[in-house]
């Protein structure tokens, strides 16, 4: 089973730029779809952008034209660059299989605020 940890999150003004990290374990990472999801309290969980193992990608409309999702299958890791960052982009961060995402990890807190 893969697991996931990610990384890189901290409090940005509006109009920066971020970029989180995901570092997956197993040796079988290549082969899944690896999505980033997002969720602020009293919120559900929503998805962000996803990368399948054919590198094809998703992002949801209000990310579109500003994060890039990407991977590396040598190093285990998917990347999320987000740019052009708003104050409704804070949030935590999870990255996950996708669609069908397993347990979730601790994720990492984005704020953007001036």
């Known amino acids: 089973q893969v697991q996931f940890v990610e990384s890189g999150g901290g409090l940005v003004e509006p109009g920066g730029s971020l970029r989180l990290s995901c570092k997956a374990s197993?040796?079988?990472?290549?082969?899944?779809?690896v999505g980033w999801y997002r969720q602020t309290p009293g919120k559900q969980r929503e998805l962000v952008a996803g990368?399948?193992?054919?590198?094809?990608?998703y992002y949801a409309d209000s990310v579109k034209g500003r994060f890039t999702v990407s991977r590396d299958n040598a190093k285990n890791t998917v990347t999320l660059q987000m740019n052009s960052l708003k104050p409704e982009d804070t949030a935590v961060y999870y990255c996950?299989?996708?669609?069908?995402?397993?347990?979730w990890g601790q994720g990492t807190q984005v704020t953007v605020s001036s």
């Open positions: 996950n299989h996708w669609p069908h995402h397993n347990i």
């Open positions: 197993g040796s079988v990472f290549s082969i899944y779809g």
């Open positions: 990368i399948r193992s054919s590198g094809s990608t």
